[in-house]
């Protein structure tokens, strides 16, 4: 858009602010006010201040989970849910009980570990008496072997028995209790009060409540300079511009660029908080070591224009928008990549008024 359809006129009705602007270097810690000629429009404006370690830049991102921090829950045995224990979102420790599950299976688990342990008390008794008899020299040697080896057998099957019904946790009625294999939140409960399972999909989905993972797009102008290990941060869902910002880790970088989208995806590492859970869109500001500095303005200051970012910048009378290229916002301070040099005033008031006198 040319400039003389996307200024706007303000005579500078303070000569000594404009001629001590001139002479030396505007306090950047401290906003001026300036009157527009004729509407008495009052634009309060800042300078740009020198912002060292910029950003590389802001991009898209989605929230997931790590490939280990879900774990299905399932029955062993076919059975019918006889109590459910959780709620989806629920917190949930290592072993907690997630449902009482009744099973005909385990009933014959239990028969089957009295029938070997009966065994086995026959087995070390023979045993035993086979072991005299061949010290005496009434039975060969080999009889006291083979019951001997009948009483290996019999101590393995009671052992195999045991693992079966530990694993179930099987009651003498064929009740087992499905526990919760690591600490976390119920992400999903599939049944519910007299419904079977067994069959189907695992009933009880298990999180970890620990790292979380982030997707980033990167788009091509980035690609080249992301590495893993660059620092990002990621602005929590209803925290205020003074709140500190959740950080990670870039991880990996993929080598190639998705045609569809002109991008290429990378995944980042970030610690759990309030407010960020799987499947969220956020935005990452990519910290790395970025080369070179760039400025900072107040928030206030920022504005969109036909889909662009843009701030009204004082040359000579006029403010003119311009487009920049903002990589971070925090703190009530919009950090700006390009576009803007140190030094140059913005208007950080009246923006509204500028963007339509701009568009006349």
Same mark, same amino acid.
């Given at each position: 858009m040319k400039r003389a359809a996307r200024s706007l006129v303000l005579p500078a009705l303070l000569a000594l602010g404009l001629s001590s602007c001139s002479e030396s270097p505007p306090d950047p810690d401290a906003a001026s006010l300036e009157t527009q000629q004729g509407t008495g429009l009052a634009i309060e404006t800042a300078a740009a201040e020198v912002?060292? =370690?910029?950003?590389l830049g802001s991009v898209p991102g989605?929230?997931?989970?790590?490939?280990d921090a879900r774990h %299905? &829950?399932?029955s062993p045995y076919p059975g019918a849910a006889i109590r459910v224990y959780v709620i989806e979102g629920q917190p949930v420790r290592r072993g907690d009980p997630l449902a009482l599950v009744r099973a005909t299976e385990p009933v014959a688990i239990s028969g089957e570990? !009295?029938?070997? *342990? %009966?065994?086995?008390? @026959? !087995?070390? !008794?023979?045993?035993?008496?086979? *072991?005299?008899?061949?010290?005496e020299g009434i039975v060969a040697q080999a009889r006291a072997d083979e019951a001997n080896a009948r009483l290996a057998q019999a101590r393995a099957s009671v052992a195999e028995a045991q693992r079966l019904v530990a694993l179930t946790g099987t009651g003498l009625d064929g009740s087992m209790t499905l526990r919760a294999p690591i600490a976390g939140r119920v992400s999903h409960v599939g049944i519910d009060t007299g419904e079977m399972v067994g069959d189907g999909p695992a009933p009880f989905i298990v999180e970890a409540s620990g790292p979380l993972r982030i997707e980033l797009q990167l788009p091509e102008r980035l690609a080249r300079q992301v590495r893993p290990g660059m620092g990002v941060e &990621?602005?929590?869902? =209803?925290? =205020?511009?003074?709140?500190a910002p959740a950080g990670g880790r870039i991880l990996s970088v993929a080598p190639s660029i998705e045609v569809d989208t002109r991008s290429v995806m990378a995944v980042a590492s970030i610690s759990s908080a309030p407010g960020l #859970?799987? $499947?969220?869109?956020?935005? @990452?500001v990519i910290s790395g070591s970025a080369n070179g500095? $760039? #400025?900072?303005?107040?928030?206030?200051? #920022?504005? *969109?224009? !036909? $889909?662009?970012?843009h701030v009204f910048v004082r040359e000579g009378e006029e403010f003119v928008p311009r487009a920049v290229e903002v990589v971070a916002n925090a703190g009530g301070r %919009?950090?700006?990549?390009?576009g803007l040099g140190a030094g140059e005033v913005v208007a950080t008031s009246s923006i509204a008024e500028l963007k339509a006198a701009s568009a006349e």
């Open positions: 912002a060292s =370690g910029v950003p989605r929230i997931v989970l790590p490939p %299905a &829950v399932t570990l !009295a029938r070997t *342990r %009966a065994e086995l008390t @026959v !087995a070390e !008794a023979q045993a035993d008496r086979m *072991r005299q008899l061949a010290e &990621v602005q929590l869902p =209803g925290s =205020g511009p003074d709140d #859970v799987a $499947g969220q869109n956020v935005t @990452v500095e $760039g #400025v900072s303005v107040p928030s206030s200051a #920022v504005s *969109r224009i !036909a $889909g662009q970012t %919009a950090v700006i990549a390009e």
